[in-house]
């Protein structure tokens, strides 16, 4: 499956880098979420858009800055990031914003801070 | 907020065995839960999922039940197979602090399919 696809696969940056993170779907979805994967942690929801608008910032440092131009694309950039933000940062879209809809993920940025 | 607990995070089976994960939600009015199979270095794909106006639904291998009563649901595997080795997570809407309930997802179960 193509649907989402995000760039880069891997990353690494210092902490003093600006860089940016990109996703596309090209499934005709309205919603489009950013997630953090930690190590033996649950997917932690970041950001989410609703037909380009963010309706949700799940208590995410202004570090992590999203930007979503159109309901197909979906940026996340960072600067000035910290060592324990180093994770996978996971891409999904779904047709609506709803908890009743299914989500369907991009192969995700492995994100190294030095 | 919802909270989803999901046992256990290890599971080892013999190939051709079955393999159960069972998660549970607090919110009683969750009504959606997908369950999610990660493997090493790839994207979360949806496996199966369930609504709350049905008790089980299967899908060749692998199967869901849900018990409303109890807040808790269910993946099962039965025949499992290497390829199966994976992490599995489900997931549950919650309420959230935007307008719409968002999916909390489970820690995770790493499965291991011996040969």
């Known amino acids: 499956e193509t649907g989402v696809t995000q760039t880069p696969r891997h990353l690494v940056m210092g902490m003093t880098n600006k860089k940016s993170l990109k996703c596309e779907q090209h499934?005709?979805?309205?919603?489009m979420y950013w997630y953090k994967q930690s190590a033996k942690k649950p997917l932690e929801l970041m950001f989410v858009?609703?037909?380009?608008?963010?309706?949700e910032n799940n208590s995410v440092p202004s570090r992590f800055s999203p930007e979503c131009p159109n309901s197909s694309h979906l940026f996340l950039h960072l600067h000035t990031l910290q060592p324990e933000d180093s994770a996978l940062y996971l891409c999904a879209s779904s047709q609506r914003e709803q908890g009743g809809q299914p989500q369907h993920f991009g192969d995700g940025t492995r994100l190294s801070i030095l | 907020g919802e909270n989803v607990e999901q046992h256990p995070s290890t599971l080892s089976v013999q190939e051709g065995d079955s393999a159960v994960i069972k998660c549970t939600y607090s919110?009683?009015?969750?009504?959606?839960f997908p369950w999610y199979k990660q493997e090493l270095g790839k994207r979360p794909q949806l496996i199966i999922d369930?609504?709350?106006?049905?008790g089980e639904k299967k899908d060749q291998r692998i199967a869901v039940t849900l018990n409303k009563t109890a807040k808790h649901f269910s993946l099962h595997i039965t025949e499992t197979q290497p390829e199966d080795s994976a992490v599995y997570f489900c997931a549950a809407p919650r309420i959230s602090s935007g307008s719409a309930r968002q999916l909390t997802f489970g820690s995770g179960t790493q499965l291991t399919v011996l040969p």
């Open positions: 369930i609504r709350s106006n049905v």
């Open positions: 919110d009683s009015a969750s009504n959606y």
């Open positions: 858009y609703n037909f380009k608008e963010q309706t």
């Open positions: 499934l005709g979805h309205n919603a």
